[in-house]
């Protein structure tokens, strides 16, 4: 192992290659060890170095949250509430039925927890994106509200379609029949109506802006955009890619609108270039560069 | 040949394991590829050994087994994260070719597999070592631990190199 260091005089040179002939086994390791330093040869030095010495605590983090969510109670638990989470993979989308009669569409890349007891319906949106369209709970002999729980507050259907969506640090409330009340997490209620929708962190307050229904058309597979500004419209499409979509800042704003259809964001990319100046670049299948042409 | 009390513990076992799994990864689809994967390495480790393992506890041997591919898993998607946020900083990469990324995304995976087990100190030294062909007085300065400590973390990092069993060395 000294070999690696450059400072290594003719004895000790000597007095290992003595040692590798001593043995078999010795010469074995000796070629192992060798063939990991060649392998570590093939690699550009930055890219191997900001790679294998990253900060590994955070997969142990990840680990540890996972393992909060099934405690070593849970089948005791289980038995009182009935937990349930359902989840989706980047670029899939489903449509569920809960026991209440509520439609619940999940769009790509979501996870929600589902727990009903005897007080309240609860959904828990752990990220992604959801369209709920609240049952009447018919079985249930006294009235449980509806609640979804974001990171960054609760709320309760008024009898209701609506639409929640886990953005970074925001939640967005996008309500299309009824109404919903929310309650931030460190925050003022507020009463949001059919046709408004809502933008919220956990303080503060927000105004409502005016919902739109193409929000809700993922759960029939399309993008419907408006004058969308492309670094936006394809943040919204990296959501159904696995992967990376950049968009390079001279071709940030250029405005794109039409119809798309998510499940072949290929295609979207692909024919891109035919209705903007720009050019789409593959550096792998999963790296993909929209630059000005 | 069929293994009677493997496809057995497979039998009663393998929607219980599949659950167990999916607690954990949140995704349906994954957790039954890990719980395939887990037999599988059941399966291989038995052929090794020649002989068909005892399972006295099969979901207690599951769960181990299991929890290894779990972590597995989220350090393969942490370096995938690692490998896409460098390819973008690093310019000099973008005339590689798509066969030459693919092959450094083995190796990378490979390597990280066989660092894994290491103190975050240990890797540090063995990469700046190797990678940058630093000297062991350059690594022990920009460390500020002895030169003897460069050492023996050295020496860790390549025993871990000369046991790591897997197929590619």
């Known amino acids: 192992m000294l070999m690696l260091d450059e400072q290594v005089s003719p004895a000790q040179r000597a007095a290992c290659a003595r040692w590798r002939a001593a043995a078999a086994e010795h010469e074995q390791a000796w070629l192992k060890a060798e063939r990991v330093q060649a392998r570590l040869g093939l690699l550009p030095q930055r890219l191997a170095m900001g790679t294998l010495n990253r900060e590994r605590r955070k997969v142990l983090k990840q680990l540890l949250a996972l393992a909060i969510l099934a405690p070593a109670g849970y089948v005791g638990y289980r038995q009182v509430v009935p937990l349930e989470r359902y989840a989706t993979a980047v670029g899939e989308r489903r449509r569920l039925t809960l026991a209440d009669g509520t439609t619940l569409d999940l769009n790509t890349d979501t996870v929600v927890d589902v727990e009903f007891d005897q007080s309240q319906r609860l959904l828990i949106l752990q990220r992604g994106e959801i369209l709920v369209d609240s049952g009447a709970d018919r079985q249930s002999t006294q009235h449980r509200p509806l609640r979804v729980a974001s990171a960054e507050g609760l709320m309760e259907a008024l009898g209701t379609r609506f639409l929640v969506r886990q953005r970074d640090g925001r939640t967005q409330l996008s309500v299309f029949q009824g109404a919903v009340l929310v309650t931030p997490v460190h925050g003022p209620k507020q009463t949001i109506a059919a046709g408004q929708q809502l933008l919220f962190a956990a303080r503060g307050q927000a105004t409502p802006s005016p919902a739109r229904e193409q929000d809700s058309q993922w759960t029939r597979g399309q993008l419907i955009v408006e004058e969308m500004p492309l670094a936006e419209f394809l943040g919204e499409l990296a959501r159904y890619r696995k992967g990376w979509l950049r968009c390079q800042p001279e071709a940030a704003n250029l405005l794109i609108s039409g119809a798309f259809q998510l499940d072949n964001s290929e295609r979207i990319l692909a024919a891109l270039p035919a209705t903007l100046p720009v050019q789409v670049e593959y550096r792998t299948r999963y790296w993909v560069t929209v630059s000005a042409r | ?169």
């Open chain 2, 1 to 169: 040949m069929i293994n009677d009390e493997l496809t057995q513990v497979y039998t009663e076992h393998n929607s219980w394991f599949k659950q167990w799994l999916y607690r954990r990864l949140g995704c349906s689809a994954q957790a039954a590829d890990l719980a395939q994967d887990t037999f599988l390495r059941i399966l291989q480790a038995q052929r090794k050994a020649g002989e068909t393992l005892s399972l006295q506890r099969p979901r207690a041997y599951l769960v181990t087994v299991g929890r290894r591919l779990v972590y597995d898993h989220f350090r393969r998607q942490s370096l995938e994260r690692a490998y896409l946020e460098m390819l973008a900083q690093l310019p000099e990469l973008f005339a590689v070719s798509e066969e030459e990324l693919l092959c450094m995304r083995e190796t990378l995976q490979q390597l990280d597999a066989l660092l894994d087990g290491l103190k975050p100190i240990v890797r540090s030294v063995f990469l700046m070592v190797q990678l940058e062909g630093a000297t062991y007085v350059q690594v022990a300065a920009r460390l500020g631990i002895g030169e003897r400590t460069v050492k023996r973390h050295m020496a860790r990092a390549l025993e871990a190199c000369i046991l790591f069993e897997d197929d590619f060395l």
